[in-house]
């Protein structure tokens, strides 16, 4: 689903954020991302969902050279890929179902799809009952659901998560790793950057670990969800 080969990104001023990357994900995988703060993790990801291009090396999604890809064939890759921050980069003008709706719109989905894909989303993390609120009415881990029913309510191939679970407690952390793992479960791959030792040691799913832009460790544990 993800093939990185010899992936080198470079920013400007000389930063080298991952050097020699190589990384497989199949389909369905479920992969945490580890390391420390400026490791490379956000630019590893960044490079799956096409926020940046490598410097050198390829990086294919779907099949897909993402770096070649024409103008015009960006938004169907992003499309295919769902993606949240640890800040949910919510609308905050914008209610519950209207931040949904607004992924469908961008698209130009049929308002009848629209009505169909919202509220299923919204049920899926649970947040029926909220669809009229204003994000800043709800909790972080309620906001933070708002933000993965937008980010898989045009069923993902994959889904992106920069440390999701960033600003939130505990126990909310474990409802949302839930929510991922049921997402996983009906076959979208995850890709999940974290600085949270609980979280992966729980979950006993496969770890990259990085290293100033080195992949230094890459274990399977073959948990599948809801085994741990
Ligand atoms: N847009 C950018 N411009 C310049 N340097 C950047 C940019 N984004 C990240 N970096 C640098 O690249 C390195 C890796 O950053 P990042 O991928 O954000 O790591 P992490 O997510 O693991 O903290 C860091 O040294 C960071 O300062
Ligand atoms: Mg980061």
């Not at 090396?57 to 890809?69: D, I």
């Not at 609120?133 to 972080?140: T, V």
């Amino acid at each position: 689903m993800v093939n990185m080969y010899g992936v080198t990104k470079v920013y400007p001023g000389n930063v080298e954020a991952l050097r020699g990357v190589n990384l497989n994900i199949d389909k369905g995988d479920f992969v945490f991302i580890v390391g420390p703060s400026g490791s490379g993790k956000s630019t590893l990801l960044s490079l799956i969902y096409r926020g940046t291009v490598p410097t050198r090396g390829h990086v294919l999604v779907a099949g897909r050279n993402v770096a070649r890809l024409r103008w015009r064939d960006v938004p169907m890759l992003r499309r295919r890929i769902g993606v949240i921050f640890q800040d949910y980069k919510l609308l905050p003008d914008r209610s519950v179902y209207d931040n949904v709706a607004f992924a469908l719109e961008v698209i130009e989905a049929s308002p009848k799809e629209i009505e169909k894909k919202v509220p299923q989303a919204l049920s899926m993390v649970g947040l029926a009952h909220k669809a009229s609120a204003m994000p800043e009415e709800l909790a972080g881990g309620e906001q933070q659901r708002v933000a993965i029913a937008r980010a898989i309510v045009n069923d993902p191939l994959i889904l992106v998560a920069d440390e999701p679970t960033g600003n939130l407690d505990p126990d909310t952390t474990l409802d949302i790793m839930d929510l991922l793992c049921d997402i996983n479960v009906r076959g979208t791959t995850v890709v999940m950057a974290t600085h949270n030792h609980v979280v992966v040691d729980r979950m006993r799913k496969r770890v990259v670990q990085l290293e100033r832009g080195m992949i230094v460790r890459d274990e399977r544990w073959g948990a599948y969800c809801h085994e741990a």
